[in-house]
């Protein structure tokens, strides 16, 4: 075969390698390498020297790795035979993808099984050629676009559907609002497919999500179930702003006519007392409760005197209130033997043992239970 003094190699954006045909050299040959190209000369399957874009006269100072397989290169016209690949530098960005099946997820928000697809675009550029070459062209002549989608099509789809499954069951994102995360699982699905592309020499330089959507009758399912949501939320938050209207209008009225909840919640209790005939006289001269009665009795007589001070302020307010009337409940003076409302005779006051509550023995002055000395 005649020697060749020029090598080189034009190539279209879609080719990424290119073998030459061209497989015997001398030491004057000149190489030429294009921008956005690299040149690497390989022999019995190893990887030898790589050059850059310019031209190169081939001589022993610039194949320091071909000197060391031959030896010494006899005269500029010994021949030698070696193979030339030519690797496309350009960032190749209009690869177009999209999920082959389907993914079957749970919508965490609504808690429908559905089936999502998506779609995009990437781009790709060969970052290490030497690696490149070894990994994925092996002995194929020439290899393009294509060849490579092909060739890291399994990484892609698995490093989508893990970026999409994991945004919407671990984070909780719904499919109808995963719409405003595309930017953010497009960068995540990238950094993912660069560590697995990584040792072929391969570097994603920008991964693009152009949408992720359920199927059209999951979609309708979603969006019923979106409404129902909503009109539920609406009559919810319409009840408790009632409550918050009629709460705020209650604490209003107490503060203009100047009582507390705590104070309205004791006339509640006052007034179901009265209404009950006998109930409070009797819970009262019983001591249920360890003395509940006589509480109440101090409150309706501290209220009786606030009241009466309040509404009669020329009217004697020196009259002690000691009890309540057994028959209507109405306050009585201490030492008073009838009511002055309904003229019930009123029984003597019973005592009650301030250690145990144990009734004690009028005039008794020590506990009959527990022996503890009475007042």
């Given at each position: 075969m005649a020697q060749l003094n020029v090598i080189s190699q034009e190539m279209t954006n879609d080719q990424l390698v290119f073998k030459s045909y061209i497989e015997d050299?001398?030491?004057?040959?000149?190489?030429?390498?294009?921008?956005?190209?690299e040149a690497l000369f390989f022999k019995n399957g190893q990887?030898?020297?790589?050059?850059?874009?310019?031209?190169?006269?081939?001589?022993?100072?610039?194949?320091?790795?071909?000197?060391?397989?031959?030896?010494?290169?006899?005269?500029?016209?010994?021949?030698?035979?070696?193979?030339?690949?030519?690797i496309n530098k350009v960032s190749v960005l209009d690869i177009l993808w999209g999920t082959d099946m389907p993914i079957a997820l749970e919508d965490p928000k609504y808690h429908l099984l559905i089936n999502v697809r998506s779609n995009g675009q990437t781009g790709i550029r060969i970052k290490d050629s030497r690696r490149f070459v070894v990994k994925v062209v092996g002995q194929l002549r020439e290899v393009n676009v294509d060849t490579v989608r092909r060739a890291i099509k399994g990484a892609m789809m698995s490093s989508i559907k893990e970026t999409?499954?994991?945004?919407?069951?671990?984070?909780?994102?719904?499919?109808?609002?995963?719409?405003?995360?595309?930017?953010?699982?497009?960068?995540?699905?990238?950094?993912?497919?660069?560590?697995?592309?990584?040792?072929?020499?391969?570097?994603?330089?920008?991964?693009?999500?152009?949408?992720?959507?359920?199927?059209?009758?999951?979609?309708?399912?979603?969006?019923?179930?979106?409404?129902?949501?909503?009109?539920?939320?609406?009559?919810?938050?319409?009840?408790?702003?009632?409550?918050r209207m009629m709460s705020e209008a209650k604490a209003y009225a107490r503060s203009?006519?100047?009582?507390?909840?705590?104070?309205?919640?004791?006339?509640?209790?006052?007034?179901?007392?009265?209404?009950?005939?006998?109930?409070?006289?009797?819970?009262?001269?019983?001591?249920?409760?360890?003395?509940?009665?006589?509480?109440?009795a101090r409150d309706v007589g501290q209220m009786?005197?606030?009241?009466?001070?309040?509404?009669?302020?020329?009217?004697?307010?020196?009259?002690?209130?000691?009890?309540?009337?057994?028959g209507c409940?109405?306050?009585?003076?201490?030492?008073?033997?009838?009511?002055?409302?309904?003229?019930?005779?009123?029984?003597?006051?019973?005592?009650?043992c301030p250690e145990c509550g144990s009734p004690a023995p009028a005039g008794g002055k020590f506990c009959t239970n527990c022996g503890t000395k009475l007042e």
């Open positions: 050299f001398n030491t004057k040959s000149q190489l030429i390498v294009y921008e956005s190209q990887a030898l020297d790589l050059f850059a874009a310019g031209k190169h006269t081939l001589d022993t100072e610039n194949l320091p790795f071909l000197k060391r397989i031959f030896g010494k290169i006899f005269g500029g016209a010994t021949p030698f035979p070696c193979e030339v690949f030519f999409i499954a994991s945004a919407i069951v671990e984070q909780g994102m719904s499919i109808l609002e995963i719409a405003t995360k595309l930017s953010e699982l497009g960068a995540r699905v990238q950094a993912k497919m660069n560590a697995k592309v990584e040792d072929l020499g391969i570097e994603i330089e920008h991964f693009e999500i152009n949408s992720i959507l359920a199927g059209d009758q999951d979609l309708v399912k979603l969006r019923e179930a979106k409404e129902r949501r909503l009109e539920m939320t609406t009559e919810m938050e319409l009840e408790a702003q009632k409550v203009v006519e100047g009582y507390s909840y705590y104070d309205e919640r004791r006339f509640d209790v006052l007034e179901n007392a009265a209404k009950n005939e006998g109930a409070a006289g009797g819970l009262i001269n019983m001591g249920v409760g360890m003395g509940v009665g006589v509480g109440v009786t005197n606030e009241m009466r001070a309040a509404g009669q302020p020329n009217a004697q307010q020196s009259v002690a209130v000691a009890s309540v009337c057994s409940g109405q306050p009585i003076a201490a030492g008073a033997k009838f009511c002055p409302n309904c003229g019930q005779k009123q029984e003597p006051k019973q005592r009650f």
